[in-house]
């Protein structure tokens, strides 16, 4: 609304503030002329807001001023008609309206762009942003080691609530190049984090997400225990390692057990199975085509058990309640049951590792994992101490692996032992030096690798060495089934094996044992759709094989003794190269003499005897044969190189532990990577 026209006194006024000072702020002194004039204006409307007096002047602080503002008009000639000045402010208005609309989608666009690309970077395993911001801020930020591992597992947890946690993405698995076979399973990759990661199963979801086949938590004791005190953990990161005495801090088997039970039914309840007992039943019976433990494909969760510290190690009953107690609990829910019975930080631990106390401990499990109710047995596995590393140790300990039935070997832990001197050009800070003299504990890091590979060689070869059938189950077939080992064969009136055949049987009497043998081995393996074996193809068979016979001599039993009972092929592994592959069957030691029921094998089926007929006796030994142990290996893996090292050694799967620690949550995908590249340099140049 224009003004109305002011008394001659206030227009001299107004045409000496546009004479003066053109622009639509005025500045005045006050005084009481000048604001009775400037009420007089805001009475008349020519000015467009009432006065302010603002704090100071500029020049003069002790004289406040008034800010005055001009009305808002527009200026037009006169012979602009009222539609035409209408369109001309609509136009500059629309010009206005459109840059603005523009800047501001150009800024929104930049905006969100940013914060998409930031999210997925920020959530991919491969950022580097993991090892070298959040590791050294979380250093920064807590000086003490369980402090920042706490809250970097708060946090993930909290992250993963609403889908930001780090995770792999493309699925670089899923080409299976890094496959590997575990217990009938096929995982996407031979590498695992190692127990203490997630002690009390807070993020087994987070972490198959960072990429790892197998997760294991723990360790889990029957009844809660604080552990040791703290401080309990210390950094050493000149050498990227620790020492930690948590002394197995633990929730308790219980409350461990009710996530996992939770953790399940959620899983079935997304399926829309419900969340009932049901449906938690058809998710542990594998109807959803996924192991109960894991929940996803290609990964399996393992479950560390342990026992409680105030338990007497003396009294085995008590401990074998222990780890009986947390298997019946925990194995249904689990895909591994690891024992442990090498923490350094527990008192009196290490000592359940003698031969003795050791196989009563684990055939205790596993009756009780055998027992549980689920369709599949969960494989129970044995973690031993890198410390223990004698020949008579690491004999005592695979004994008590086959005689109790354990499924695996778990090699490695942190060990009492304190790394060899340093490499020239390195140097420990002097705080680093009291940690290493004054702090008692379990040591671990890169310096312990290398004990790892040759203890995980030795493992493998002692395991394989002592894989045999037992002597029950021996005696218990037959004599007139069981099956002929090579040049040993039963005696038909004691039923014991003869390491040779008497000298007075001739040629006669092996050539019908041929026959009998050729044509059982001919009926067994031949296939219903063939045209049917006669008689005169086994003899023709026999004849043939005849005429390769060696004639028996004292020479030739002396050669068949030298000989182990079977030979088989070497077990190669896909992260083997061809040199490796050459150099073990170079290497590979005959089978012992004094292994009457073993069969030395390295495959992961072993084969079938021949046998004279296929009697209900052979089959259900043939059934109970024994299968290859598995090993994981734990101790200094850091990178991708090392972790294919360790592969080649014997194990089956490399865990991690403070290689997480130091280079973050995108470990995982590093180590796959490096492994990739290697692989693919070794493959190139095998063709070159």
């Known amino acids: 609304m224009p003004c109305s026209r002011p008394p001659p006194s206030l227009q001299h006024f107004l045409n000496r503030l546009h004479l003066f000072e053109p622009s639509s702020i005025r500045l005045l002194n006050r005084s009481p002329q000048n604001i009775r004039t400037v009420r007089q204006l805001v009475h008349h409307r020519c000015l467009r807001s009432p006065s302010r007096i603002v704090s100071t002047n500029t020049k003069d602080k002790s004289r406040p001023i008034l800010r005055l503002s001009k009305p808002k008009t527009h200026s037009r000639s006169a012979s602009t008609t009222p539609a035409a000045a209408v369109a001309s402010v609509k136009t500059v208005r629309d010009a206005r309206s459109l840059a603005t609309r523009i800047k501001n989608l150009l800024l929104g666009t930049t ?109 889990v004791t029957p009844l809660p225990q604080e552990g040791n005190d703290k401080p309990r953990v210390w950094r050493i990161p000149s050498q990227r390692a620790l020492v930690n005495r948590y002394g197995l ?98 008192p009196g631990l290490r000592l359940l590792q003698k031969t003795e106390p050791l196989t009563e401990i684990l055939t205790a499990v596993v009756g009780a994992a055998r027992k549980v109710k689920r369709k599949n047995p969960v494989p129970v596995m044995v973690k031993v101490s890198p410390d223990e590393d004698s020949e008579e140790d690491v004999r005592g300990i695979c004994d008590a692996v086959w005689d109790s039935g354990v499924d695996g070997v778990v090699v490695g832990n942190t060990t009492k032992r ?110 219903e759709t063939q045209p049917p074996i006669t008689d005169s193809e086994v003899n023709a068979s026999v004849t043939r094989d005849e005429q390769h016979l060696k004639p028996q001599t004292p020479e030739s039993e002396a050669d068949s003794k030298s000989q182990p009972i079977i030979r088989l092929p070497e077990r190669i592994s896909p992260f083997s190269s061809s040199s490796d592959t050459s150099n073990n069957e170079s290497s590979s030691p005959p089978a012992p003499p004094e292994a009457v029921n073993r069969v030395t094998s390295s495959t992961e089926h072993t084969p079938q005897p021949l046998s004279p007929s296929p009697t209900s006796d052979t089959q259900s030994l043939s059934s109970n044969r024994p299968k ?20 080649r050694a014997g194990a089956d799967v490399a865990q991690v532990y403070t290689a997480l620690v130091y280079g973050g949550i995108g470990t995982i995908s590093k180590m796959k990577m490096e492994m990739r590249e290697e692989l693919a340099a070794n493959k190139k140049k095998k063709k070159e």
């Open 628 to 647: 290859r142990k598995v090993i994981f290996a734990t101790g200094g893996i850091t990178n991708g190189s090392q972790a294919l090292e360790i592969l």
């Open 418 to 527: 304190r790394p060899d001197p340093l490499p020239n050009g390195q140097h420990l800070t002097e705080q680093e030096r009291r940690i290493l003299l004054e702090q008692e504990g379990g040591y671990s890091g890169y310096q312990t690798f290398h004990r790892t590979v040759a203890l995980v060689k030795r493992y493998r070869t002692m395991l394989d060495e002592s894989s045999y059938i037992p002597q029950d189950e021996a005696d218990s077939v037959s004599p007139t089934t069981k099956p002929p080992l090579g040049p040993e064969h039963y005696n038909d009136e004691t039923g014991q094996t003869a390491k040779s055949a008497p000298s007075g049987k001739d040629d006669s009497s092996i050539a019908s044992s041929i026959a009998s043998t050729a044509k059982s081995v001919l009926l067994e393996t031949h296939h």
């Open 249 to 346: 801090n633990s929730e308790g088997a219980d409350f461990i057990l009710m996530r996992l039970r939770q953790r399940l039914r959620e899983y079935a309840y997304h399926l829309g199975w419900g969340i009932d007992e049901q449906a938690e039943n058809d998710i542990l019976d594998g109807n959803a085509g996924v192991p109960p433990g894991s929940l996803s494909k290609g990964k399996l969760l393992a479950v560390q058990i342990a026992k409680n510290k105030w338990t007497k190690d003396d009294d085995i009953e008590a401990v074998k309640q222990d780890y009986i107690h947390c298997t019946s609990l925990l194995s249904r829910y689990a895909d591994i049951v690891v024992i442990n019975v090498s923490s350094p930080n527990t």
């Open 111 to 219: 905006i969100g762009l940013s914060i998409v690309f930031g999210y997925y970077y920020i959530t991919d395993t491969r950022s580097s942003l993991h090892e070298y911001l959040v590791i050294p801020c979380l250093r920064y930020w807590y000086p003490d080691a369980e402090d920042a591992h706490e809250f970097g597992n708060k946090t993930l947890k909290a992250l993963g609530r609403f889908g930001l946690q780090p995770r792999e993405r493309g699925d670089p698995d899923a080409k299976g190049d890094l496959a590997v076979e575990v217990f009938g399973h096929i995982l996407d990759n031979p590498i695992g984090t190692s127990a203490g990661i997630d002690k009390h199963c807070e993020i087994p979801n987070v972490l198959f997400g960072a990429g790892p086949a197998i997760v294991e938590i723990g360790g």
